[in-house]
């Protein structure tokens, strides 16, 4: 199976920064790699997919960057709204697998 | 638009078997793939398997000899799960997504089940 190890497993940050969450595969993914957000007792969200391109309808203030092994979600200016988990998502060999996520919370 | 909700019992017996329904609106089944992710109560996401519009599966290995997806009645626009042999560890919120091969676009709320006496 293909691990996902995303870092930091959480953190700590104000409006307005700029926060970045790193994923890393046990082998190359070329670029069948997503991110999605998850708010308590709700369902993820797709965010960013195949590395890069961002999902209809999400804010502009969210990229993603990578392929290969190592990939990034970036969050320009994190506004109320984006406290959240997030998680990593491979879907480039059977069983697909997810990072253990990542909360960002409130400093 | 298209929306996923799951339906099925919140509570299984140890040793039962948990079945769950999918049902989507807004689309047909007829295209994409429907996955099975689950997540055990303050746990990260598990996907279970999928299955294409055409009736493949692909399951996960450690689930796989416990596992069957099917598609149900296409006039009602159904997929179906079905795990056996359920223990406390199956206790988690299920969730049916619609995707491609590249990420799930649309998912279900989610339900909880819980594996209890």
């Known amino acids: 199976d293909i691990q996902l190890t995303q870092s930091p497993s959480s953190l700590s940050a104000s409006i307005g920064d700029r926060v970045t969450i790193t994923c890393r595969a046990s082998q190359s993914l070329t670029n069948y790699l997503s991110w999605y957000q998850q708010k308590p007792g709700k369902a993820p969200i797709l965010l960013i997919y195949a590395a890069s391109t961002l999902q209809s309808g999400v804010p502009s203030r969210f990229s993603g960057s990578g392929s290969g092994t190592d990939f990034s979600l970036t969050i320009t200016s994190l506004q109320p709204e984006d406290f959240a988990s997030y998680y990593c998502h491979q879907t480039y060999n059977t069983p697909w697998t997810f990072g253990q996520g990542t909360k960002v919370e409130f400093k | 638009q298209v929306q996923l909700q799951e339906s099925g019992p919140g509570l299984v017996k140890p040793s039962d078997t948990l079945s769950l329904t999918c049902a989507v609106s807004?689309?047909?089944?007829?295209?994409?793939?429907y996955n099975w992710i689950r997540q055990p109560p303050g746990k990260g996401l598990e996907w279970i398997g999928h299955?294409?519009?055409?009736?493949?599966?692909?399951y996960n290995p450690s689930l796989k000899s416990r596992v069957r997806m099917s598609v149900g009645d296409r006039s009602k626009n159904q997929i179906s799960l079905k795990l056996n042999s359920v223990t406390a560890a199956d206790t988690a919120v299920y969730f049916c997504?619609?995707?491609?091969?590249?990420?799930?676009?649309?998912w279900g709320q989610g339900i909880l089940v819980t594996v209890s006496s």
């Open positions: 997504a619609r995707g491609t091969s590249w990420a799930a676009a649309h």
């Open positions: 299955i294409f519009y055409t009736g493949s599966t692909n």
């Open positions: 807004g689309a047909s089944i007829n295209s994409h793939y």
